[in-house]
């Protein structure tokens, strides 16, 4: 069952549009294909749930630029009348109020993030929430293989074109394997974007962006890159490099202006050539009018954009990811500050092994981080806080990058290791990361 927004106008994608809804009778298969002999009736967003939200439910919800915050007020508010019970919703990272995460929805809603978003941290820790740690690879196949049924989608899609197809605007990622496996999909027609502004660079993350760029970035390779300072300021250095590609599980404003600039031409790709592609996209209006009707990019399902048998296929896979700590054998701390649930796996282990294996024997997976925190303290460590998660581990760990320098960790013993990450920690903090390290392993780090 479809249910989407009837427009009062067929639009552009960031236009405001009128809020009935349109039913289709039909749980869509294959989203890409038509379906036939069926015409949806128009709705309204609260009769909707109405008559398909009750007790015990699993409910999807579009992430990213694309939340569907009126879909989710509305659901609120009808769950709450009704006095439900027990909704699950899912999603990955989420922008807007999330109104299921308030004391009042206690019993009603309960959020299980599959990546935590801002919006939800508070409910994790108070118990009202849940994380699920997984792959980003790997969320797709838990409704295509029927370990989640989801009873609802809810989306946000562009307005229908002229063929009557409607898209899934900036974030296809697991949301196309929701829409192709829910009972009921409820589709607002797009909102405007959520937008997330650039953060200014500051001079340690300009430095790391330096020397990732000069030393780790070779013409000709395929990147992925997150969002964040450290990211944007790796992109911004590469702009006088030649035919790098893009595979990434997202990207923002930065690749604009590497692509405008000429670095970026994905003319050496082996998957897709020609073509920058994603999952998602999250940024500004800058980014959402690069991709409008844009041929040169391919936003996919995420099964197959962090698939590690595909991202491998390109040339000289370079993955830049970040993280929270990381400890002195290289295990990489990613989605947690001790306990307290912060992210999630997302796709760093997908790329980083993806990179490792890349085909041309080529691949850089980078780690990328300040050398301290805002406070002050280091953000290598001798040990992992308490509670904290290993995203990465210290196996799949090759390259780590501070402002302070590169340590090449693969294929090193823990005392070597120690070594190379003492020498790229701030200054301040070496002293006494060696005796930390000589207590924890017995002997002096040494390179040799």
């Known amino acids: 069952m479809l249910l989407r927004v009837l427009p009062s106008t067929l639009s552009r994608c960031l236009r405001p549009v009128s809020r009935s809804y349109y039913v289709d009778q039909l749980s869509l298969g294959e989203p890409f294909h038509p379906v036939p002999n069926r015409h949806p009736v128009t709705m309204e967003a609260e009769k909707v749930f109405e008559q398909h939200l009750d007790s015990n439910q699993k409910v999807f919800v579009h ?16 769950g709450l009348k009704r006095k439900l019970k027990n909704i699950s919703v899912m999603h990955i990272h989420t922008e807007g109020p999330a109104a299921y995460n308030t004391e009042a929805c206690q019993g009603v809603f309960r959020s299980n993030s599959l990546f935590t978003s801002a919006n939800c941290r508070e409910a994790i820790g ?73 953060k200014k660079i500051n001079p340690q993350e300009q430095r790391i962006g330096q020397l990732i760029a000069e030393k780790l970035v070779a013409d000709g390779s395929t990147l992925q890159t997150g969002i964040g300072s450290i990211p944007d300021a790796v992109l911004a250095s590469l702009k006088g490099h030649k035919n790098l590609g893009v595979h990434t599980e997202m990207f923002s404003d930065g690749v604009v202006d590497l692509t405008e600039c000429g670095a970026v031409t994905n003319a050496l790709k082996r998957i897709r050539p020609g073509k920058i592609v994603s999952g998602f996209v999250i940024g500004t209006k800058k ?19 962090n698939k590690v048998a595909i991202i491998s296929q390109n040339p000289r896979v370079t993955a830049i990811n970040s993280c929270i700590e990381i400890d002195l054998t290289g295990q990489v701390v990613s989605d947690s500050i001790g306990p307290r649930i912060y992210s999630g796996v997302g796709g760093q282990i997908d790329f980083m092994r993806g990179a490792a294996l890349s085909s041309d024997g080529l691949g850089v997976p980078i780690i990328a981080l300040q050398s301290s925190t805002k406070k002050g303290g280091s953000k290598i460590v001798p040990f992992i806080r308490e509670g904290a998660g290993v995203v990465t581990t210290r196996a799949h760990v090759h390259y780590v990058v501070t402002e302070h320098g590169i340590a090449h960790l693969w294929g090193k013993n823990l005392r070597q290791r120690a070594h190379h990450l003492i020498n790229i920690a701030h200054p301040d903090h070496r002293e006494s990361l060696e005796k930390a390290a000589f207590k924890r392993l017995r002997c002096m780090p040494s390179a040799d």
């Open 63 to 78: 992430g990213g630029a694309a939340t569907p915050n009126h879909l989710i007020d509305s659901m609120v508010q009808v």
């Open 287 to 305: 980014v959402f009018d690069f991709i409008d009707e844009n041929a040169m990019v391919e936003l996919c399902d995420i099964h197959f954009v």
């Open 126 to 198: 108070a118990g009202r929430g849940d994380f699920t740690p997984i792959f980003l690879s790997e969320i797709p196949l838990l409704f295509r293989r029927g370990a989640v049924k989801l009873d609802l989608a809810l989306i946000m899609v562009t307005p229908p074109d002229r063929h009557g197809f409607c898209s899934l605007g900036p974030s296809v990622d697991c949301a196309r394997s929701a829409i192709q496996n829910a009972r009921v999909i409820v589709a607002q027609m797009q909102q405007p974007l959520h937008e997330m502004p650039p």
